[in-house]
């Protein structure tokens, strides 16, 4: 299965205690860059958030948000700080004696006072937790993953079109290669027979010409490598699975073999199917950018 490095998945879960919003989307990106937001008191799963993320993502600048809902206020308790209120009680009276204060110590006054009362969070099962955000992550990544899949293969379709246009062009480099030795030699036979005005040409010497021409101007090598480069892309677009780098490699290959082809011409036809093929290859090229 070919995947798109962009993609997009939500998925809900709750309890009687809390509720998970879970959301996962990506961009392009050389490598897997994930980056996780969530609130503090989930850091401890961080490591395991990664971990199970990786199984499902090989490459692409991945952001994770995570929101929690505390829905039972029964995870909250006040506690009473006695050692705390005794010092405070104990100061207030050493400050009453040593500077003749009225005493007006009250309750009121005295719990109001840091530390005396605190409100604090119930120690949460990790494990009830881990379970449900586990189930969260999970559903988001599955939907992540099929958006990812389904634009994979709407990917892994155009270039495959591309491709077997690509082949077509190479064919008709390779149809017209021979006429433009055939040509050559032609015009230079004419040329020769114009100059020297007499039809007794050394032909040997034109043959020889005809050849460095021809060497020179060969493209058999790239054209046989365009080939080998364009079976084996679509080779691997069928197996399927990561294959980004890969296919990028291949069209840089493939775009070398059309700039030398490029160059080495000399004639209109095969000049102008070198530069389509290079229109190709540079929009094969933005498509596999997009391939995990």
Known sequence: ????????????????KRRFIV?????????????????????????????????????????????????????NSIRYNRE???EYLKFLEEMKEEFGLEDD??????????????????KADDEEIWSLL???????????SESREKEGENLKQDLLDKLEGMKSKVAQIEEQAPQVIKDYQERLFAKVKEMLSD??????RILMETAVFADRVCVDEETV???????????EL???GAVGRKLDFLAQEMNREANTTLSKSSDLTITGVAIELKTEIEKIREQVQNLE
Do not use: W
């Open 1 to 16: 299965m070919i995947r798109s490095m962009t993609g997009f998945g939500r998925c809900v879960t709750e309890d009687e």
């Open 23 to 75: 959301e996962v989307k990506a961009v392009n990106h050389r490598y897997l860059d994930l980056n996780i937001k969530m609130p503090r008191k989930l850091y401890a799963f961080e490591s395991a958030l990664r971990s199970l993320t990786g199984k499902t993502v090989q490459r692409g600048k991945v952001d994770m948000y995570i929101t929690l809902e505390n829905k039972a206020c029964g995870d």
């Open 84 to 86: 705390a209120a005794g």
């Open 105 to 122: 110590i009250r309750l009121s006054t005295l719990s109001r006072y840091p530390e005396v009362f605190t409100l604090e969070e119930a």
């Open 134 to 144: 586990e189930k969260a992550v999970e559903g988001a990544l599955e939907q992540f």
């Open 199 to 204: 039809s007794n040409i050394d032909e040997n």
């Open 225 to 235: 490598r365009l080939k080998s480069h364009i079976d084996h892309m679509i080779t």
């Open 238 to 240: 069928e197996r399927g």
